[in-house]
């Protein structure tokens, strides 16, 4: 009996089998590849918005500019709270400068959310000041400096550990106070770092 | 022409009739096999994440059209839901607004056991500092 006919129905099943057995193989990985993308995205965004609100935090603070300070402080503790629920850890440094045109005093805070004590250092080109910072402490210390035309820029060196370092650059402005934060700001999960350092200035009307 | 001629013939047109229905069979058994394991895939798990990521994508563009922040400062988490039926209409779900330490308007009561949450959080908006966290319940995934 001639039987080539059914050879196109074995060679089908054994391609279909084939088929089958390789989707099955690669099945789950490719839905777990997929969840696990969108959960870092999700993850991502999130943290973008935490970043973006801390910032907000100073920026809608300036109408009080006693309060920038403690209300970055505020929200950081806010962040850090939540982040915990979301499995994230969250690490913050923050260094804030009112620099009061009236006065030429440069009040700067610093703010340890390090997860760790530090030793804080911030050199303004000619004074050297430390203080040990506890972990979620804050110091407070201040700068004098002399008014000009044109008002002068100050570098600020912040550093703790003697392993950081970094430059703030505060304008001064002879008709109105400035503010400038420093954010160092990280979210840690099992799998991804997310760090964003920035610095903002804001005129203090 | 034979008879011998009429039957070889009648044989081959019949051989011809079941190669052709054999691989027909054949194609359409393939074909179903590889559009069925081919076609998008989904889990629950997946659709979690997907409801998720787009309850989190409502809220992040009412914040940059505006609204989000107004309303958040306002605690008017009625408001917050009726803006967000433009992006999840399609699922069921609820909005509560939270500070640092507690709810400040009322935490859904919800009888699916199968409920997630995504949230947002703000600073407060210009000239008004407050810490706020907007919080979406989504459920009823079946």
């Known amino acids: 009996m001639n039987r080539k006919g059914q050879m196109f129905l074995i060679a089908a099943f054994i391609i279909a089998a084939s088929i089958v057995s390789l989707r099955l193989l690669i099945r789950m990985p490719t839905i777990q590849e997929e969840i696990n993308l969108l959960e870092i995205n999700l993850e991502h965004d999130m943290t973008n918005n935490w970043i973006q609100e801390i910032e907000n935090s100073a920026k809608f603070s300036i109408n009080e500019k006693t309060s920038i300070t403690t209300n970055v402080f505020d929200f950081a503790n806010f962040t850090e709270r939540k982040a915990y629920e979301h499995s994230l850890e969250f690490k913050f440094l923050f260094v804030g400068s009112l620099a009061n045109h009236s006065s030429n005093i440069l009040n700067v805070s610093m703010i340890n959310m390090l997860n760790k004590p530090i030793n804080a250092s911030l050199n303004n080109g000619t004074v050297i000041r430390v203080s040990e910072i506890v972990d979620n402490g804050k110091w407070d210390t201040n700068f004098s400096f002399t008014s000009g035309n044109p008002s002068p820029t100050i570098t600020l060196t912040v550093g703790y550990n003697s392993t950081y370092s970094e430059n703030v650059t505060i304008k001064t402005k002879n008709n109105k106070d400035v503010y400038v934060g420093f954010f160092d700001i990280t979210f840690e999960t099992s799998t991804a770092v997310y760090r964003n350092k920035t610095q903002e200035t804001y005129d203090i009307h | ?142």
């Open chain 2, 1 to 142: 022409m034979g008879l011998g001629w009429r039957l070889k013939n009648k044989r081959w047109k019949m051989k011809g009739i079941s190669f052709t229905f054999e691989a027909a069979i054949a194609s359409i058994l393939l074909l179903s096999v590889i559009i069925f394991f081919f076609k998008p895939l989904q889990s629950s798990q997946a659709s979690e994440v997907n409801h998720k990521v787009a309850a989190y994508n409502g809220l992040k563009i009412l914040d940059e059209t505006g609204g989000l922040r107004e309303n958040a400062l306002e605690n008017n988490a009625t408001a917050i839901k009726n803006d967000l039926s433009a992006y999840i209409s399609y699922l069921s779900y609820d909005v509560a607004i939270f500070n640092k330490t507690s709810n400040l308007t009322a935490i859904p009561s919800i009888s699916s056991n199968d409920v997630i949450s995504v949230s947002y959080f703000l600073a407060g908006d210009i000239g008004n500092y407050s810490a706020k966290e907007v919080r979406v319940f989504l459920w009823g995934f079946d």
